[in-house]
């Protein structure tokens, strides 16, 4: 059981967590510097409010050296490589782009892209409770005019639950933060690396190098913390409305989806339990089958 798993000691990289919603960098900003302290890596995991934090930094750094997935995986697949090896490559490039003071994007967090180089960037991202990213995630996906992207082949959700890219989606935390591109790629590919709390583990370390960690849930603390960190004083705006508005939450699913979600996002959920600012609200996970590893 994965999460049993996490209860073994490993002092380094399961050391008790700084759960406050923002986390300072070492080097401070100052609204009079005439340029930020740091550039700055946004990294975006779908479905949690990461349009509309993107367009928040981007009032302190300018418009974005960004990603834009539909383009990205189309690249990928003409040249013949997996798309999380064509983005951590466009990820690298951007690093190298000293002209770029902004960096934006569904990219997974490299270790290598960023070797020798962490104190040049100021890392930032948005989480939300995975049970949640997981059904905001299948609903627009489903219900969106144009379903090129992220397609659902319009299945029934307790039927998409048994498709490999629902296993994917459920494991999205995990593949963005795990830092190492094979581990990455097999969970891009099939939704389970080989060894997943390895995995975890190193996806929680890496968070706990980010100036500013965030959670939808407390969007508002987010907002005041980068308004205060880049002196911003615009607000957060709204994006991405849901073409299914009303869809059913976690807690309103029948018990087979509910159990076979909690399932699916455990990984996922010891990630966002670390950094998210009220963990013992989140839906109880006893008494529930868990995945092997």
């Not at 934090?53 to 690249?75: E, H, I, Q, T």
């Not at 709204?238 to 087979?256: D, I, N, V, W």
């Amino acid at each position: 059981m994965l999460r049993a798993l996490f209860t073994l000691s490993n002092e380094h990289v399961l050391r008790p967590i700084d759960l406050k919603l923002v986390r300072r960098s070492r080097v401070p900003y100052s609204p009079d510097d005439s340029s930020p302290a740091k550039r700055v890596a946004f990294f975006h995991p779908a479905k949690c409010g990461g349009t509309s934090v993107r367009d928040l930094l981007a009032k302190a750094f300018g418009w974005p050296g960004r990603l834009d997935p539909s383009c990205a995986d189309k690249a990928a697949h003409i040249v013949g490589i997996p798309s999380v090896e064509l983005r951590e490559g466009m990820l690298a490039y951007l690093v190298q782009r000293h002209d770029v003071p902004f960096i934006s994007g569904h990219f997974c967090f490299s270790r290598r892209v960023f070797a020798g180089r962490e104190d040049e960037f100021d890392f930032i991202t948005i989480l939300r409770n995975p049970l949640e990213r997981f059904l905001s995630h299948y609903y627009f996906a489903r219900f969106k005019p144009n379903p090129e992207r992220f397609p659902t082949d319009h299945l029934e959700l307790p039927q998409y639950l048994s498709t490999t890219r629902a296993r994917v989606w459920a494991t999205t935390y995990t593949r963005i933060f795990v830092g190492e591109i094979e581990a990455a790629r097999a969970l891009n590919e099939r939704g389970t690396c080989d060894d997943m709390r390895k995995a975890v583990a190193d996806a929680i370390d890496n968070l706990g190098r980010f100036a500013i960690v965030g959670t939808l849930e407390r969007l508002k603390d987010l907002e005041a913390g980068i308004q205060q960190r880049y002196g911003i004083k615009s607000a957060i705006p709204h994006h991405r409305k849901s073409p299914r508005p009303g869809y059913l939450k976690f807690a309103e699913q029948p018990r087979e989806v509910q159990e076979r979600l909690l399932e699916m996002c455990e990984a996922d959920m010891i990630i966002y339990e670390r950094f998210a600012p009220k963990p013992q609200t989140l839906p109880s996970l006893e008494a529930v089958p868990r995945v092997a590893q």
